[in-house]
């Protein structure tokens, strides 16, 4: 039987641990396949034999750990960072404790009985949820940090420390919460972009308009988008003009003017004008769907550091565990043993990464910036050569003639007309920057009678019986046009500037000279010297282009090395030369074209990636439009956050041996040990927040 994939909302799911102890539960049943967790959006993905196991086994035994599951058929409930209910409830209960602590600590207690009962009740409905967790846990052979307090809470109750057991519970809950808190907060970002999808779209349905759920809305449909409202569908304008705010795609802030003909996307806005529009994708085919996706899946992909993180906690467990035996046996102190077991804090090392990563993927997200996974967001912060594509990366890879020289009597206007004539029927980048020009100079395009096409040199037609040739030198001289030295001249002057020369005969004469250049993208030399600002010392471009004109190109950018005339399997060749040389390559390209290379690199960053499939599975990071400028973001995004992972991390091992140390020598009381445990927690909250921003 063919496997069936499961997926599932799971509320609570705050951290590696959690995703751990799932996996593990999971993993003890047969017919389970796969196992793909989600933690930016509490999602998993169970790949499972139906033959073999059922959907409800499934669910049921997630449940049973203390979770609580919705399946696609349930919705998630809305909120901002958590539901409000279970906001309420929790704050309600730290409160409530805290009120009994106070109470205990006031002595009225005393007055009344010799029990402390204010504190017995903290410890109850403080200590439930914790105890309750530590159950689970160790019916699942697993010793969690749960296990860890729940264990100080009772040790500290056992030995009559009623009220440093109320403190301890107290402080756990308060870590609990911030826990949840964080992680929710560095979702944001991710739940923003989820949010901005439109739910409902306005269909035409014959002369009436209906609004329909959007999953309802089929391919071909004709959808109506009025001012203001969000296009719910991708498809092409077939009637109408807009203004269109394409931020949520690309995080452009200038709306985008669109007609006739023109894609628009799904989640835009449209904010000036009616537009009709045909639906060419829906669902999970739209490309911000595909977005989305490429987050959530982006998450799931684990830094190095990560697993350095994941290593420190499995070992941490049982190390704790030894150092509060042999603090007992060399102290002789069941408090000091179990302030050491109250002040670990193998969480703070466990969402240092995570909590990281998820927050600076979905900010780079809404910037138009697709990052497909904490490796990569590491290896971002570790590249240190830069390697570019030139035609259709640096350059707008759409040709413009930029000048018409005529010679022999002939006008701008009689050559760009016999140019026209001749490229008429072109399907050549060359021939519609020539065919647009004659157009805009309002140029006669007389019909050509016979054609001739010399691949990679030229073409020849005839036009009302004069033979009329446009190409390159080679082409003429295999026609034996002769070319005179005024005209080389001015020829090399201009490819010396990077442009390309076609020559124009007439009647066997050269009568004109057309250039046409590929335009430098605006911002990239701006964003070419950012990244040598940021350590790019000598960034190298990498072309099929001639030499004249890549050097040109390259000397307007600031860029001094240069290979040009080079085929696919030379750039990773020249990539692999890098590499071989200790450099930690990242590569800039245009998609499809420039894979291999892309795929070559330690990062491969496509420009302009809007709409094409192929440009976003080619690379590492997809850049959804076509600005340099985004390039030094992600280079600063990917530093910033592995700066932010690794002080992190420091920060919650250095707590932990100063912490332990203070617990096992007695400076640290088991109340206090609860207070501290808390800090690190807040701390790193703290940091990662600046990822935010």
């Not at 059922?54 to 960072?81: H, M, Q, R, W």
């Not at 993927?361 to 910036?369: E, L, N, T, V």
């Not at 200790?582 to 990062?603: C, T, W």
């Amino acid at each position: 039987m063919i496997n069936k994939t499961l997926n599932i909302t799971v509320k609570g799911l705050d951290c590696a641990a959690c995703a751990e102890k799932i996996e593990k539960a999971l993993g003890r049943h047969k017919g389970i396949e796969g196992i793909t967790v989600y933690l930016g959006v509490e999602r998993i993905d169970v790949q499972f034999d139906p033959s073999i196991i059922k959907e409800k086994t499934i669910i049921d035994s997630i449940n049973s750990l203390g979770y609580k599951v919705l399946t696609g058929k349930e919705e998630a409930p809305k909120k901002i960072f958590f539901a409000r209910g279970e906001w309420t409830f929790d704050l309600l209960r730290i409160g409530f404790v805290f009120l009994l602590i106070v109470l205990s600590l006031t002595g009225i207690t005393k007055r009344l009985s010799p029990i402390d009962i204010f504190s017995i009740i903290a410890i109850v409905v403080g200590g439930y949820p914790l105890i309750k967790h530590a159950y689970i846990d160790l019916r699942e052979k697993a010793i969690t940090a749960d296990v860890f307090m729940a264990l100080g809470v009772v040790a500290a109750a056992a030995i009559g420390e009623f009220r440093s057991a109320a403190i301890i519970a107290f402080f756990m809950l308060i870590s609990e919460f911030i826990d949840s808190f964080t992680m929710e907060r560095s979702r944001k970002a991710i739940k923003d972009l989820i949010d901005m999808a439109p739910k409902t779209a306005r269909v035409k349905r014959g002369d009436m308009e209906i609004e329909i759920p959007v999953e309802a809305v089929k391919k071909g449909d004709i959808v109506v988008v009025k001012p203001g409202e969000k296009i719910p569908v991708e498809g092409v304008i077939i009637s109408g003009r807009g203004s269109i705010n394409q931020a949520p795609i690309t995080g452009e802030s200038i709306p985008a003017e669109k007609k006739e003909g023109d894609i628009v996307y799904a989640a835009t806005i449209n904010q000036l004008g009616v537009l009709f529009i045909k639906v060419t994708h829906t669902g999970q085919d739209t490309t911000y769907a595909r977005i989305i996706k490429l987050v959530e899946e982006a998450e799931s992909s684990k830094a190095p550091v990560q697993k350095i993180a994941d290593k420190f906690a499995a070992y941490f467990t049982p190390a704790i565990l030894a150092i509060s035996v042999l603090t007992f046996l060399f102290t002789w102190r069941i408090t000091n043993a179990i302030a050491v077991i109250v002040v670990a804090c193998p969480c703070t090392v466990a969402i240092a990464t995570p909590l990281a990563v998820v927050a600076s993927m979905g900010k780079a997200a809404k910037r138009g910036i697709i990052i497909k996974g904490g490796r990569y967001l590491e290896a971002l912060a570790k590249v240190d050569t830069i390697v570019m594509d030139k035609t259709g990366t640096v350059t707008m890879g759409d040709p413009v003639v930029t000048d018409i020289k005529g010679f022999a009597d002939h006008n701008d206007k009689e050559i760009i007309s016999c140019a026209a004539a001749v490229e008429r029927y072109s399907e050549h980048p060359l021939a519609k920057a020539i065919i647009k020009k004659a157009s805009e100079m309002e140029a006669a395009v007389p019909e050509p009678d016979e054609c001739r096409v010399i691949p990679g040199m030229g073409i020849e037609v005839t036009v009302n019986g004069k033979k009329i040739v446009l190409g390159s030198r080679e082409m003429l001289r295999i026609s034996d046009i002769a070319i005179s030295d005024e005209i080389e001249r001015y020829i090399h002057d201009r490819e010396e500037n990077g442009k390309t020369a076609l020559l124009l005969s007439h009647d066997n004469t050269v009568c004109g000279v057309i250039c046409v250049a590929d335009i430098v993208r605006e911002g990239s030399i701006e964003a070419i010297a950012s990244l040598k600002g940021l350590g790019f010392d000598d960034p190298i471009m990498l072309t099929g282009d001639n030499p004249r004109t890549a050097i040109a190109i390259a000397s307007s950018l600031g860029i001094k090395n240069v290979v040009a005339q080079l085929l696919p399997e030379d750039k990773v060749s020249k990539i692999k030369e890098l590499a071989s040389k200790g450099k930690r390559v990242l590569m800039v390209g245009d998609g499809i074209n420039d894979a291999p290379a892309l795929a070559q690199a330690h990062v491969g960053i496509a420009m302009g990636a809007v709409g094409s499939d192929a440009a976003i599975e080619a690379s590492d990071v997809a850049l959804m439009r076509d600005e340099w400028k985004q390039i030094p973001e992600a280079v600063m995004i990917g530093r910033k956050t592995f700066s932010v992972i690794k002080q992190n991390l420091a920060l919650g091992i250095i707590f932990n041996l100063v912490g332990i140390s203070l617990a096992s020598t007695g400076i640290l009381s088991p109340a206090m040990a609860a207070v501290a445990h808390v800090m690190p927690d807040v701390l790193v909250f703290l940091n990662s927040s600046r990822l935010l921003r």
